[in-house]
């Protein structure tokens, strides 16, 4: 029985959720599958990707061919990675120890590299709306100017008008 780890869709027209899952490649895209190892939603920014990477680890050790864009989110997530260490770890190459350190190395860089990214995104939205409230301040700025002669123009014509009653 052939299995691929893929995405299941899931959530409402146009706004797409999906589970990541390994399944009998015979199956249909959101119809059955063997077991569920995490979900990608990319509606957020940076996308919510939540796995299990010792599960998916252990289906592509058992023969399971990702997708492209599953394969392309296990890479993200570091289970290739895990993998190939594993790999190294059978061959003698590595020890279990050195194994787990390198990933988790990997891991902490990893996670201050999105975390570089979320800071960017948040303060090049707060640039955005600093640059959008300036230009507000002149708009209005321009707008109080501009009223400013026709107002003293009505008062200093009811001021004649006044005066010449008088």
Same mark, same amino acid.
């Given at each position: 029985?052939?299995?691929?780890?893929?995405?299941?869709?899931?959530?409402?027209?146009?706004?797409?959720?999906?589970?990541?899952?390994?399944?009998?490649?015979?199956?249909?895209?959101?119809?059955?599958?063997?077991?569920?190892?995490?979900?990608?939603?990319?509606?957020?920014?940076?996308?919510?990707?939540?796995?299990?990477?010792?599960?998916?680890?252990?289906?592509?050790?058992?023969?399971?061919?990702?997708?492209?864009?599953?394969?392309?989110?296990?890479?993200?997530?570091?289970?290739?990675?895990?993998?190939?260490?594993?790999?190294?770890?059978?061959?003698?190459? $590595?020890?279990?120890?050195? &194994?787990? #350190? /390198?990933?988790? *190395?990997?891991?902490? +860089? @990893? !996670?201050?590299?999105?975390?570089?990214?979320?800071?960017? $995104?948040?303060?090049?939205? &707060?640039? #955005? /709306?600093?640059? *959008?409230?300036?230009? +507000? @301040? !002149?708009?209005?700025?321009?707008?109080?100017?501009?009223?400013?002669?026709?107002?003293?123009?009505?008062?200093?014509?009811?001021?004649?008008?006044?005066?010449?009653?008088?």
């Amino acid at each position: 029985m052939p299995v691929k780890i893929r995405l299941q869709r899931h959530g409402k027209k146009g706004k797409p959720f999906y589970w990541i899952v390994a399944a009998d490649a015979r199956a249909k895209r959101d119809g059955k599958y063997l077991e569920k190892l995490g979900i990608y939603n990319p509606n957020v920014n940076p996308a919510q990707i939540e796995l299990d990477v010792d599960g998916a680890v252990q289906w592509l050790n058992n023969g399971a061919q990702p997708t492209d864009t599953a394969r392309a989110i296990l890479s993200y997530k570091g289970a290739l990675l895990k993998k190939h260490l594993a790999g190294g770890v059978t061959k003698g190459a $590595l020890t279990e120890e050195q &194994a787990e #350190a /390198k990933f988790n *190395a990997w891991l902490e +860089e @990893k !996670a201050a590299k999105v975390q570089a990214k979320a800071d960017g $995104l948040s303060k090049a939205d &707060a640039d #955005a /709306k600093a640059k *959008a409230l300036e230009a +507000e @301040k !002149a708009v209005n700025e321009a707008r109080i100017a501009a009223a400013t002669p026709v107002v003293e123009e009505e008062v200093a014509e009811e001021t004649e008008a006044s005066n010449e009653e008088e």
